[in-house]
């Protein structure tokens, strides 16, 4: 089926979007050692990546609306690939801080088109689903990412782990340029009638057409408030383990993919199946679904930085990574039933500027904060965004367009 076709093969690219990213924080010990570098300058690494990903989304985003999304996908797929190999080449930490930059420009073009491609391929009755499989690459990719850098560090290279995926990443691109199903954005009967539209509003106008969206601009501040704890998290808790606990490099990989993003991956599937199914009896079914993620994450997060052993932690990070998991994965569906389709792609370009300028500012902070208040405190202090995003959410209004329930082919 069509469809699910295009759920799986984007899956692959997600993960590995993921995986070039992430890769970089498990070998954060290596990289002050080899390039002399203080707490501060290696947070910058993940900081200019979150900036250059989150200025440049709402652009990316209304180019998923405007262009066929399959060669947005396609372009972005074959910058990010070549930007990581050329990663694996860098002899400074200047080298490192543009090609940072570089790779947050051509991945904020990746997940805007590519959930926008997913949803209209599926009608409202499995956008909750499809959104949660193609998300589960996300943790996916960040946890092997995890695993694989400090790996890779130990064991061959840290410079070979980004050759690798790089050439990973390039070959990849031709298996979608054979094989990803094609809908594109100014052809199908769904989505037909967008194309001359979306031509003729200008970028500023698509934007303000989410933020006028009342429940847009509620699921903006969630993303927001989700990305100040989750991104400094994924950051700094392999430093945090191996600081704090004594473990490798190896081993907090393992523990971070273990205890964070494996729940994360059984989160989105079951959140998203959760929220399918109660979305057909109550129109607020998916937003409640996140408002009880919400309720858990936040005390979860706030806990992390006063439990002192590596086994009561773990446990606490699994609770934390299952609800972030149903939580997310219900933001795409929610748009694309409150916003016409040719506002998709946009929304989420807003909502991932939101999250990344969040996370980057985590990210900042928790390495200003590290040498007084130590990392676990340092995220603890993240968990006010959370208690405040439940309340945002659970009042957050909600009018389901007849048009979005049934747009996309029932293939």
Not at 405 to 411: F, K, M, Q, V
């Amino acid at each position: 089926m069509n469809k699910w076709m295009v759920v799986a093969l984007l899956w692959i690219v997600t993960c590995l979007n993921y995986m070039d990213r992430m890769t970089i924080f498990a070998i954060f010990p290596v990289l002050q050692r080899e390039m002399h570098i203080s707490n501060v300058a290696l947070a910058l690494l993940g900081t200019v990546f979150l900036w250059a990903y989150g200025i440049s989304s709402p652009l990316c985003g209304y180019l998923g609306d405007r262009f066929n999304r399959k060669k947005v996908i396609l372009w972005s797929l074959l910058l990010f690939s070549a930007v990581t190999f050329g990663t694996g080449l860098a002899q400074s930490h200047t080298q490192l801080i543009v090609l940072r930059v570089f790779l947050g420009l051509s991945e904020a073009l990746f997940l805007p088109a590519a959930l926008a491609h997913v949803a209209a391929f599926h009608t409202d009755s499995t956008r909750s689903l499809a959104n949660a499989a193609i998300l589960t690459g996300l943790p996916a990719g960040a946890g092997l990412g995890g695993f694989y850098g400090g790996f890779m560090a130990e064991h061959l290279s840290w410079r070979a782990s980004f050759y690798l995926l790089g050439a990973l990443g390039l070959a990849l691109a031709l298996v979608l340029l054979l094989w990803l199903p094609e809908k594109d954005s100014s052809s199908g009967d769904a989505l037909a009638t967008k194309s001359d539209k979306a031509a003729q509003e200008s970028l500023a106008r698509n934007l303000l057409g989410v933020f006028q969206n009342r429940t847009g601009a509620c699921l903006i501040f969630l993303a927001f408030a989700l990305s100040l704890t989750s991104w400094p998290t994924a950051s700094w808790m392999p430093t945090y383990f191996y600081e704090q606990f004594g473990m490798s490099l190896t081993q907090s990989g393992f523990y971070l993919a273990m205890f964070t993003y494996i729940p994360a991956l059984a989160g989105s599937m079951a959140g998203g199946v959760w929220a399918d199914r109660w979305a057909k009896s109550n129109v607020r079914g998916r937003i409640w679904v996140q408002v009880i993620g919400l309720s858990f994450m936040a005390p979860t997060m706030l806990a992390t930085g006063f439990i002192p052993s590596v086994g009561p932690l773990s446990a606490n990070l699994l609770v934390y990574s299952v609800a972030r998991g149903m939580l997310e994965v219900n933001s795409m569906p929610i748009f694309s039933s409150v916003m016409p389709s040719d506002k998709w792609a946009t929304a989420y370009g807003l909502y991932n500027f939101a999250g990344t300028m969040a996370g980057s500012l985590g990210i900042l902070a928790v390495g200003y904060l590290k040498s007084s208040w130590g990392i676990g405190r340092s995220l603890s202090l993240m968990s006010v965004a959370l208690f405040c995003a439940v309340v945002v959410m659970a009042l957050a209004p909600i009018h389901i367009t007849s048009k979005s329930r049934t747009e996309g082919n029932a293939l």
